[in-house]
């Protein structure tokens, strides 16, 4: 009679509990598009953190942040400027049009430029991790 008592109670806890966890899971409305990936490629985990250099070779900021727009398309790349231990660091969102990333086969890392100095960037408009973005 426990058995039969047992099984009931484990059978109708099992048929309340099942309805629960299926409105949690989460029901995709398409398959996941997948994509390869070309070797010319660039990771987001390559650029955050990436110092961006202009034409004299000078350091002139910092990878900060990627933008992205309508369609989940690249719209900008928030580099950070001047500053030192982030304290006073000036923050500027360039066109991704205007940085151009690269690989260094002989010494294995990424690099960046720009055809900008820090004074420039520093003059520009400054992006505020704020409201929404903070």
Known sequence: ?????????LLSSAALIAP?????????????MVKPVST????????????????GNENIGEVKDLVLGTGNMLTGVILSVGGFLGMGEHYVVIDP??????????????EAR??????QLKAAPAFKYEGKWQ
Not at 40 to 55: C, D, E, K, P, T
Not at 101 to 110: E, G, H, I, L
């Open 1 to 9: 009679m426990r058995k039969i008592v047992f099984g009931a109670i």
């Open 20 to 32: 629960a966890m299926a409105q949690t899971a989460p029901t995709p409305t398409a398959p996941p």
């Open 40 to 55: 010319n490629s660039v990771l987001s985990s390559n650029l955050i953190g990436l110092n961006v250099a202009n034409a």
């Open 97 to 110: 049009s205007t940085i151009a990333v690269s690989y260094n086969d002989a010494d294995k890392k990424w």
């Open 114 to 119: 720009v055809n900008a100095t820090a004074e």
